[in-house]
């Protein structure tokens, strides 16, 4: 049996009760707002995971590529929403993994690419299933609930010979908010205007069986979702310290974390250089801007348990500076000595799990199973 | 034969005549200066650059992880500079690698480390070669070139029964400057800490062979090499942004782009809204404190022709939110079409590098090779 102790380092662990905990926590969540849940892989692309939120009660998945859906099709998932609009040169590979039997969902939110997608479709005596992507926040990409664009897509959709299976939202901006209140106030706007755009697809006489809202933040703070049909998020499998600081977590909730080993010390500044830089932490900051800043990371023990203070600073392609957040640790180099393996949370889990090739699943008992994950598109 | 335009995206793409004169260029100056050449390889990871380096010139490699050392040895190169110091419990995957014939040379900056990599050495039968880091202009790791430290770790190697190789500095912190003067004067310190160290260790009577400095904007800006017998670099083979801004590059030597499509706009704000986020860019925003910031990117026509004022200004997982830098683009619904192909050129290409299982190396005459890279430990 394969412990922490055996484990080469740099290495992603995954704290499995913790990450049982999450998924058991949300799933329970949406049950009681009488929502499905359609949780977002692109956190972990890893099978064992999706599969445990499968097991929790999720109903279909989320995707970010179409080659997450292609490898989690080929693993037996076949409900599969590919959240980002597609790309029309990219349809041949929508239409191939559709023939093979993927109930697959693509997304538009221009009229432009509603017609590829109903044309390609017809072109090849195919129906695609299309959802409009809804602006809620003005945060990214999609359509306002309100004014004409909305019913040009729809239209654009269903005239087109394409099936118009419903809108989906996703307020990225609940990422900025650190207060309850704006964090469900941020859930009901993602809510109330993605329910609109709905409504108004359905007086125009157009089809919109799904509404489906998501994100971390506002999943984990709405207090009611009429109208609602699914949910989706997805780092909250593994959490971090941006979900920490936004509010949704604790940190003893975080899963994901990397171990490294202590290779060297610059004592006069008081730091310890470990052999985790951004390529195992991955080059997010994401904690920058906010109410509590961990440079690269928050330093555990090996066992996982925070040491106060202590963070990774700054980060070299392989080498990580760890120090203490506000002074001067002159007895750095008697505290970590050469060798001294650690734990480092990280700021974004997505971003972080991504830089590595596989997952070392830590299970009660300290029993250690590897789980591989995929990358690239 | 494959051409670009046949390549789905996000891709990361290799302009191999940009990447050749690249090499060319540091092995004519190398050359010129009298000294050996030893790339860094954790930009490429991939083969055919690196025997495209080793091809111009280039004697061994640096490496900075053991992964990157036993895939090349793999494919034949035995000269390896493992350039980060070693944690203790990996020296049996070093002594493996040496057992099969690989000339492995170990970096330590510590007495702890010293001790380690002789102790174990001695334990197996098997001599390590080992150099120590120098420390010139405290930005990372190392020991300064005066000071007891340096004796004594040259000592522990030496008196403990392991190869006392040679004296290394990295001057990372010519990365913050942007001037020849400034970038002339590192390089100069650099040399004369390096050179220094090994004189200090002759004096007191310990072998020091090699005496090895190198960073990207040092080694293109040293005047002289006295006492230096190589020097190491790798973001030179691709150059990015950030080396732009040093003044170590121009903008048609950047040899590593992102092609990605635009899927969508937010024609009220300016953005065209493109299937590369951070994933396929990284999170690196390492123009953000330099003289200009690119965003996350250079926004190019699919030809690699730099559209003026243009970046990637915010990015998602996989959405990157072009516009222009310094003005609202009503237009850019029109200038780049749903469909539109564009290449975005990168702030750090070990970053972005990092991101992608392959490059599609772009040859003259537009034809397309793939060439794989690898990621992990």
Known sequence: MTH???LDTPAALVDVPRMQGNIDR??????????????????SKCLPVVQAQLDAGARGITVSTLKEAEEF????????LYAVC?????????LALQRRGCDLKLVTDSVAGAEAIARFGKAHGEVFEAWIEIDTDGNRSGIPPE?????AVGRALHDGG??????????GSSYDHDRP?????AAEQERHGTVRAAERLRQAGLPCPVVSVGSTPTALSAQALDGVTEVRAGVYVFFDLVMLNVGVCTMDEIALSVLTTVIGH???KGWAIVDAGWMAMSRDRGTQKQKHDFGYGQVCMEDGTPIAGYVMDSANQEHGILCHADSIDHGITERFPVGTRLRILPNHACATAAQHPEYHAIFPGDEVRTWPRFYGW
């Open 162 to 171: 394409a099936r118009l299976g419903g809108v989906m939202a996703h307020a």
């Open 181 to 185: 209140e704006a964090l469900r106030a």
């Open 86 to 94: 597609i790309a029309p040169a990219r349809l041949p590979r929508a």
């Open 26 to 43: 949300m799933q329970a969540r949406m049950d009681r707002l009488g929502v499905r849940f359609r949780p977002h892989v692109k956190t």
């Open 4 to 6: 922490i102790s055996d």
């Open 73 to 80: 099709f080929d693993a037996g998932i076949d409900d599969i």
């Open 266 to 268: 610059q004592p006069e």
């Open 147 to 151: 004014g004409d664009a909305l019913l």
